[in-house]
């Protein structure tokens, strides 16, 4: 198979058409006059996280509450290793970007004063089936912006130290995109698919994040050198038993309290941030007195029918399930699980170290939603927050001259990808590798089957064995564009794996149990209040010690 070169230029490049990159397309066209470009591997109209639809928006300063609270509330549930200048500048448009959203055409739910629904102190309700189509048609109703569906980027141009573009290929064409950009943002999203869900086999697809979400943009700026941080704090949804449906509409919607198999509540024994709710079921299981719930009996016919009805916004599996067993949530209690790991910055603090403005350590490129750290429980709206942010900062590269490309790089992606594309005689499968990668993640990097626990001798193994399966992915072959996306999601994977392997192994502490427990050093210490970052010189991760920005201090590379 030969590949055809396509070269394209733009002012601003946006790769990921998710929430971030549909909002930040939106705020660059209101900002200047020059063109935008979004590559998106799937479809814009349903890609992302906002894919299938969502019943809230998680991140919204209620009335009699500030952005200060906010931060206040997300750097307590990450217990002090957050960035509170990212925290505040996007609290500070949260309900702006909401406002935006609603004039679009979103249905967002009013008492009759017509003021918002609340949920709690940081929630609203809306009907949001058709968030992202919503989004996506002011995307492609503005004249200025050029949607690539459908291509798959895979690797930064880089010149000095300053982007210059993105290689990228036709995932239904045979042809290798050289596209050259004055300042591009990565909006790829997280990191799913590392460790082995806890609905394998057939059943793999099912689970709390998109299954395509691979890790792109993270491995990417990786392997371009970026400064990343704090992979160690994964992400691990409580959620309904294997439905994966989430908790917390239940537990806010209703005030459902955790309770064992005795019926006692346990959440408060453990404490009631993110990651001690998880912890708590698990310790309940581990020490005999599972299986775990939320208390649902007794609940009202009317919240009964409001619990049904919001979760067919956003997981109708567990509306169906409710139905077809007659055991609605007043009738049952729901049981309740923890998911695999994943590394999410909208909900942790893990991806590209920016400044206050989003821009990466590689200038010109700028990180976006669930892509960049130091930013967590950012949710749907943060994204768009950050999206505007990152727009509106790369205006200052849009009049910088553009770089030129090499040709002889060109030539060597080209020759990488026809290679895949070429070879007939590989031993393996992307299916056999992906599952000998997600098993080893389980076993040796604190997956399900460790009850997320890890040691300094088990994470030494995970890395050995990963680097072996990337020797053995160098060998895949692909029949054709859709099997090299396979290849490269699979290789992506695995560079994200061995970050995640050196953040965990390189804090010495435990300070957020099941998130990130090391069994080593099961305690907390003041000695790690602080950000451990990575970057990738000369093959190999170096680690990188940061102090915690204080209160009222911004960061600026």
Known sequence: MNLEIKRIETDFLIIGGGAAGCYAALTFCRESDENVLIIEKADIVRSGCLAAGVNAINAYIAP???????????????????????????????NKTVK???????TILKDKKGDY????????????????????????????????????????IIDGNRIAGVYAFGVDHNVLYVISAKAVLCATGGAAG???PNHPSFSAHKMWYPPFNTGAGYAMGILAGAEMTTFEMRFIALRCKDTIAPTGTIAQGVGAKQINALGEVYEHKYGLTTSQRLHGTVVENLEGRGPCYLKTVGISKQQDEDLQKA?????????????????TPSVENVEIEGTEPYIVGGHTASGYWVSTDRETTIKGLF??????????????????????????????????????????????????????????????TVDQLECSMQDIMDKYAGGI???????????????????????????????DMQELVYVFELLERLTVCKSVIAHLAARKETRWNSFAEHTDYPTKSNEWVKYINSRLENGEIRIIYRSIVEEGNIYEH
């Open 64 to 94: 009699g509450r500030t952005a200060q609270d906010y931060v206040d509330y997300a750097k307590a549930d990450a217990d002090g290793i957050v960035r509170g200048d990212l925290l505040l500048t996007m609290s500070e448009r949260l």
């Open 449 to 479: 089957s460790m009850h997320y626990r890890y040691s300094d001798k088990s994470l030494k193994t995970a890395n050995e064995k990963i680097i072996e399966l990337e020797e053995k992915a160098k060998t895949l072959s692909a029949r």
């Open 194 to 196: 590392l460790y082995k």
């Open 117 to 156: 629904v609340t949920r709690g102190n940081r929630n609203i309700k809306i009907n949001g089936e058709n968030i992202k189509p919503i989004i996506a048609r002011a995307v492609l109703e503005e004249p200025r912006v050029t949607v690539l569906n459908r291509v798959n980027a895979f690797e930064y």
């Open 311 to 327: 979760y067919l916004n956003m997981a109708p599996s567990q509306t169906l399930r409710w139905i077809e067993s007659g055991k």
């Open 367 to 428: 990180a976006a939603g669930d892509v960049a750290g130091g930013c967590p429980q950012k949710y749907v709206s943060g994204a768009f927050a950050e999206g505007e942010i990152a727009a509106k900062a790369s205006l200052k590269y849009i009049y910088d001259r553009r770089i030129e490309i090499d040709e002889g790089d060109i030539d060597k992606r080209k020759k990488q990808l026809e290679g895949f594309l070429n070879r007939t005689d590989s031993a393996y």
């Open 100 to 106: 935006e959203i609603e004039k679009l055409g979103l």
